[in-house]
Every structure is written in C-alpha cells, then in structure tokens.
T-cell receptor
Framework: NAGVMQNPRHLVRRRGQEARLRCSPM?????VYWYRQLPEEGLKFMVY????????ESGMPKERFSAEFPKEGPSILRIQQVVRGDSAAYFC????????????FGSGTRLTVV | AQSVTQLGSHVSVSEGALVLLRCNYS??????LFWYVQYPNQGLQLLLK??????LVKGINGFEAEFKKSETSFHLTKPSAHMSDAAEYFC?????????????FGKGTHLIIQP
C-alpha cells in the first residue's frame, strides 16, 4: 500500500531554470494538495486539486507557479524561472474525500536554487 | 482569516515526563483540528484529528488532545515521553464547512527529549 509518492526528493536548479515537482497520490485518493515549507516556518497552503480541476489556488504565487492534476498521471507543480527565494521543501498531500479525512503527506521535494 | 498559534518553538522534557504542546486557533466557524508530527527530512504524519465528535481525541503513539471551545485550544499531551517522540509537531486548522479545503498550520514546536 504505497503512500503519497513525491519525486525527486532533492532538486537543484540554477536561477532562471524550470523546476517540475511530481506527486502521485495514494491509491483511491482523488484530492491533492501542495504545501510549501520554508526554514523555521510551518507549512503554507498553495493549491488544492481534484482530477483535471483546480479547486483552490489561493495560496499560489500569481506568477511563475502552476499546478495540474491530469486525468492520467501524477500531479505536477511547475515553477518557471526559479529564484533563490523559491528554495524550500514542497510537500504534496492526498485525501480520499476532503480535509475531514485528514491528509496523507509525501516525503517532500527539497528544492535548492543556486 | 484563520490562524494557529503554537506556544513555544522548542519544548524540552525528560524521558518519562509529561509532554504538553500548546495550540490555540482562531476560526469563525466550528473547526477541524489536526496534529501532525514531522521527523527530520520526512513528510508529515497525522497524529490525530478533531472533527466535531468527542472533544477528547486519542491518536497514535500514545498522544491525545482535547478540544476546548471556550479556550479555543487543542493542546497535545502524552503522559510519558519516549526518546522516539523527539520531532517537530504541527497543529493545523480547517473550516469544517467552508469552501477552501486547505489547512492553516502553526509554525511548529520542536520537542526535545532529555535522557
């Protein structure tokens, strides 16, 4: 029973490059959430998706960031033209049917921008 | 807007002693409340959750939390600390019936266990 799978675990990008973070939810989970964790900070909500739909992107920066959860395949968080301030741990979580069930988190992708 | 306050960024207790991690929330509607634990370089693991059933919630690893509406608190306790409890603990809140499904997290409390 695989949990939430995120890859890569670590990602290094130079300023200006693109970063693609992948998340495969738990089997049977159709709700996916992305969070960002900065050093010494709690997690900050970014976006909530269901299959092929963005439900809530109120926490996403307006520029350079996008997310998708296609009918087939993993959810992708894409950061274009990365800057040093994008360096953080990005966590994906999934749920079978909304927040009341609690989330299952992946192990995260640690993005370092050099 | 919702907010979560975790008092004490670091809490140190002796092995075998009581663990008490504090969490206060603000929410305009009855909330869902959660405690998560994070071990180094890992994701968050759900310890327990309150979703308007019993106010005393029992979780994994011997932890429990009590929802006190009058105090807007959801403190996490464990009667006897174990070395393996050393980790970062996060309290989180979500509106039970609101449109957004995201959680608002506190900044975390680092639990240190002294031998």
């Amino acid at each position: 029973n695989a949990g939430v799978m995120q890859n890569p675990r670590h990602l290094v990008r130079r300023r200006g490059q693109e970063a693609r973070l992948r998340c495969s939810p738990m089997k049977g989970h159709s709700h996916v959430y992305w969070y960002r964790q900065l050093p010494e900070e709690g997690l900050k909500f970014m976006v909530y998706l269901q299959k092929e739909n963005i439900i809530d992107e109120s926490g996403m920066p307006k520029e350079r960031f996008s997310a998708e959860f296609p009918k087939e395949g993993p959810s992708i968080l894409r950061i274009q033209q990365v800057v040093r301030g994008d360096s953080a741990a990005y966590f994906c979580a999934s749920s079978p049917n909304g927040v009341s069930y609690g989330y299952t988190f992946g192990s995260g992708t640690r993005l370092t921008v050099v | 807007a919702q907010s979560v306050t975790q008092l004490g960024s670091h809490v140190s207790v002796s092995e075998g002693a009581l663990v008490l991690l504090r969490c206060n929330y603000s929410s305009s509607v009855p909330p869902y409340l959660f405690w998560y634990v994070q071990y180094p370089n890992q994701g968050l693991q759900l310890l327990l959750k309150y979703t308007s059933a019993a106010t005393l919630v029992k979780g994994i690893n011997g932890f429990e939390a009590e929802f006190k509406k009058s105090e807007t608190s959801f403190h996490l306790t464990k009667p006897s600390a174990h070395m393996s409890d050393a980790a970062e603990y996060f309290c989180a809140v979500s509106d039970s019936g609101g449109g957004a499904d995201g959680l608002t997290f506190g900044k975390g409390t680092h639990l240190i266990i002294q031998p």
